[in-house]
């Protein structure tokens, strides 16, 4: 127990002087703090991760094969499978992407997949992050650091090696890029809640951190100028901005974090960027209902991992049944995410419930419902005695036009809060390592 507690403080004082912090707004005000790590790790054996693995490649596959469908040919909303006004009326949908066809054809280059182990065993699958999922560099210096303080950790225990992350991402860059021209990583900026992350991945890849007004679009190519002005092309833009802020001369006129006309480039092909421009209509939480689906259409295969039990007010069986229990149902907010809009019906007063019922009725496409998983508990380090909170894991997933990698670790996130299930860093939650076992 001593030595857990005593790498669990090093590991943390080791991060406070790295600057390995998030940031949230709130309130308007921008507030910075430690993403607190626990020493205990979770253990995954190499069996239960070899299933895990494959089916999240074939989610993964599934999705990108349902956004360039979506994108270009529809044939999954031709026959049935996908509503059409489902599809249009998500926040996700990029109706400027028609017809646009990204580098290699995918689009989801990084994928960050929520899961959580229930109390039998199973794995399911809480939400497909598609955009710009974030988390990775927080185990990665967990690892490197614990290696520093407690290098016989790792010569004890057969842990899988997950330094090979950044080249996993290099590698996946390199073929976007196809030679063209530098990798850039394009952060929006101090202030945002991950730049950490955005800094640490560019030192350890080996690409150009790149802040706003530091490229410039001409005749379709994009260049990098940065503090010299020395035009340097760029070849892919790993992006931490969203979509509707990327080029103010396509999407949101006001933004000062994109790119003029960096949307245009990308259509003519002369820069890649990851992840692509309209990925959000495919991590949409409604959406998420026709993963299992899209599964079967796309690759005619059954479901390796499942979707928690999930219900849309869309469909008239699905409202009825919500409205129903709504008071021993989750209900999500499908435009909100970092577990913002997530709420626990039996946690509400009647007249809470109430209301919530009106906000369904009159907004179906709004909300979804699910059943709550008693997911795992994990020890974690509470005032130096061991308890046990809630705990979920974000694997990522790395496609190019070569393969799909899924890497061997991952963010677990556990509540610091003994009676909640929201484990996101928002929400004040911690994060461990996670072992797969070799």
Same mark, same amino acid.
């Given at each position: 127990?001593? &030595?857990?507690?005593? $790498?669990?403080d090093?590991?943390n004082r080791?991060? @406070?002087r ?6 949230v707004?709130? $309130?308007g005000v ?5 993403f607190?790590?626990d020493?205990?790790?979770r +253990?995954i @054996? ?6 895990l693995e494959?089916g999240? +490649?074939q989610?993964?596959k599934?999705?990108n ?12 909303i031709a ?10 009326a998500s %926040? ?7 017809k ?9 280059? =990084? ?10 065993g ?5 939400e497909?992050?598609? #955009? /710009? ?8 210096i967990?690892r490197? =650091?614990?290696?520093?303080?407690s ?7 057969h ?7 950044a ?7 390199d073929?976007m ?5 530098i990798?850039?990583i394009l952060t929006p900026g ?5 730049f ?5 991945l560019a030192e350890k890849?080996?690409a150009?951190?790149a802040?706003?007004g530091d ?6 190519i994009v260049?990098?100028?940065?503090l010299?002005?020395? %035009?340097? #092309?760029?070849?892919? =833009?790993?992006r931490? +901005? &969203?979509?509707e ?6 999407f @949101?006129s006001?933004?000062l974090?994109?790119v003029?006309?960096?949307f245009q480039?990308y259509?003519k ?8 421009f ?12 026709f993963?299992p %689906? ?5 690759l005619d295969?059954e479901?390796?991992l499942? $979707?928690?039990?999930t219900?849309l007010?869309?469909?008239k ?8 229990n ?9 435009s909100?995410?970092g577990g ?5 019906g ?7 419930l109430?209301?919530l019922k009106?906000? /369904?009725i009159h907004?179906p ?12 508990d ?11 909170r809630k705990?979920d894991?974000?694997?990522?997933v790395?496609?190019s ?5 899924v890497?061997?670790?991952g963010l ?16 004040g939650g911690?994060?461990k ?6």
């Amino acid at each position: 127990m001593q &030595s857990l507690i005593k $790498n669990r403080d090093s590991v943390n004082r080791w991060m @406070e002087r790295y600057g390995v912090r998030f940031g949230v707004y709130k $309130n308007g005000v921008f507030n910075e703090q430690l993403f607190p790590f626990d020493s205990i790790p979770r +253990i995954i @054996e190499k069996e239960d991760w070899k299933v895990l693995e494959k089916g999240l +490649i074939q989610r993964v596959k599934a999705l990108n094969a349902f956004l360039w469908d979506i994108y270009h040919d529809k044939h999954i909303i031709a026959d049935g499978v996908v509503p059409e006004e489902f599809v249009y009326a998500s %926040k996700g949908y990029m109706p400027e992407c028609e017809k646009v066809d990204p580098t290699g054809k995918v689009y989801s280059h =990084i994928s960050g997949i929520d899961l959580v182990e229930g109390k039998d065993g199973r794995w399911f699958i809480l939400e497909d992050n598609l #955009r /710009i999922p974030s988390g990775a560099s927080y185990p990665m210096i967990a690892r490197e =650091i614990t290696r520093k303080v407690s290098p016989i950790t790792f010569v004890e225990n057969h842990v899988a090696d997950n330094r090979d992350y950044a080249t996993i991402l290099k590698e996946m860059m390199d073929d976007m890029n196809g030679g063209r021209g530098i990798n850039v990583i394009l952060t929006p900026g101090r202030y945002n809640s991950a730049f950490f992350e955005h800094s640490y991945l560019a030192e350890k890849t080996g690409a150009v951190l790149a802040f706003p007004g530091d490229m410039t679009v001409e005749d379709d190519i994009v260049w990098y100028t940065g503090l010299f002005n020395e %035009k340097i #092309r760029v070849g892919a =833009i790993y992006r931490r +901005i &969203s979509d509707e802020y990327l080029d103010p001369l396509a999407f @949101e006129s006001s933004s000062l974090l994109g790119v003029p006309n960096l949307f245009q480039a990308y259509k003519k092909g002369t820069v890649a960027v990851i992840n692509g421009f309209g990925n959000g209509v495919a991590d949409d939480k409604g959406i998420y209902y026709f993963v299992p %689906k899209m599964i079967r259409y796309y690759l005619d295969e059954e479901p390796i991992l499942h $979707n928690a039990p999930t219900y849309l007010p869309y469909f008239k069986e699905d409202y009825d049944y919500i409205l129903e229990n709504i008071s021993r149902l989750v209900i999500k907010d499908v435009s909100e995410a970092g577990g913002y809009g997530v709420v626990f019906g039996r946690d509400l007063s009647l007249e809470k419930l109430s209301e919530l019922k009106e906000l /369904i009725i009159h907004q179906p496409r709004r909300w979804i419902a699910q059943e709550v998983i008693d997911f795992k508990d994990l020890e974690i380090l509470e005032s130096n005695e061991k308890v046990e909170r809630k705990a979920d894991l974000r694997a990522f997933v790395v496609s190019s036009g070569k393969d799909v990698k899924v890497w061997k670790s991952g963010l677990t996130r556990f509540s610091r809060n003994p009676d909640s299930f929201v484990v996101n860093s928002s929400q004040g939650g911690g994060f461990k390592d996670t072992w797969i076992m070799d």
